[in-house]
């Protein structure tokens, strides 16, 4: 029975001592140092590749101010120039102004949707005849809103400069107020709701980012040529 205790013991002291041999065996190893190249080298692809620069800020909020549309210079041409000049003897149109409000979300490097809201501002003195001496009696204001679905094609799309192409479609308004310089008489109100569209043939963005200013040529309910602010966010 001695012998057969003995015996474990010898054992067991041996495997210990060829186990602290080993570990030290281990611990004496060194890796080989890696170079940059090797570590790139051993980086997930996913991990390498960049977000591009139009991705990181997919969102924009444009403000734009320009002159005359060609829904404006339509209407003169046409039905609301007879109402100026005939039912109301309309003289001195003023123009107030095209404005526009605009969100966009950039799809992928080429496209971008988004919603368009542009508002017109005019105006005209009502007289009390066609004649010479006729006398100013009033004056009418004629606003033209419109809210649209916006898409807008890339086809140069760098970091500071970026040329587009778009077309707009949606709804419309045209509202006319003529108020009296007689004040007992009450104010006219007329209202038409119209197909709104609009296309853009070229538009310029330019600038760093976040903050970029652009211009465009229209035709439709945006203005004939207009520029504007824009933000990335």
């Known amino acids: 029975m001695k012998r057969i205790l003995l015996f474990l013991v010898a ?14 065996t281990l611990t004496a190893v060194t890796l ?7 570590i790139v080298d051993t980086m997930p692809t996913a991990a390498m590749e960049e977000v591009p620069y139009y991705m990181q800020k997919r969102h924009s909020l444009q403000f734009s101010a320009g002159y005359v549309s060609a829904f404006y210079i ?8 007879w109402v100026a000049t005939v039912a109301q003897h309309g003289t001195n149109w003023h123009f107030f102004g095209n404005y526009g409000l605009q969100y966009y979300c950039q799809m ?5 949707i988004g919603a368009k809201a542009n508002w017109e501002l005019d105006g005209y003195v009502v007289n009390s005849s066609s004649k010479a001496d006729a006398v100013r ?3 009418t ?14 086809y140069l ?21 003529t108020r ?31 903050v970029y200013g652009y211009v465009e040529t229209n035709f439709g309910y945006d203005a004939l040529v207009k520029a504007g602010l824009g933000v990335h966010f």
């Open 11 to 24: 054992a067991v002291l041996s495997s210990t001592a060829v186990m602290a041999q080993e570990l030290d």
């Open 32 to 38: 080989p140092a890696l170079t940059p190249e090797q």
């Open 74 to 81: 339509g209407k003169l041409a046409v039905g609301f120039l």
């Open 108 to 112: 992928n490097r080429w496209c971008r």
């Open 137 to 139: 009696i009033g004056y």
């Open 141 to 154: 204001t004629n606003n033209a809103v419109s809210l649209v679905f916006s898409t807008q094609f890339t």
């Open 157 to 177: 799309n760098r970091e500071k400069v970026q040329l587009y192409s778009g077309a707009d479609v949606g709804a419309g308004m045209h509202i006319m107020h």
């Open 180 to 210: 009296y310089d007689d004040k007992s008489k009450a104010p006219q109100d007329n209202m038409a709701a119209l197909f709104a569209f609009n296309i853009t043939p070229l538009g310029v963005a330019f600038g760093s980012w976040p």
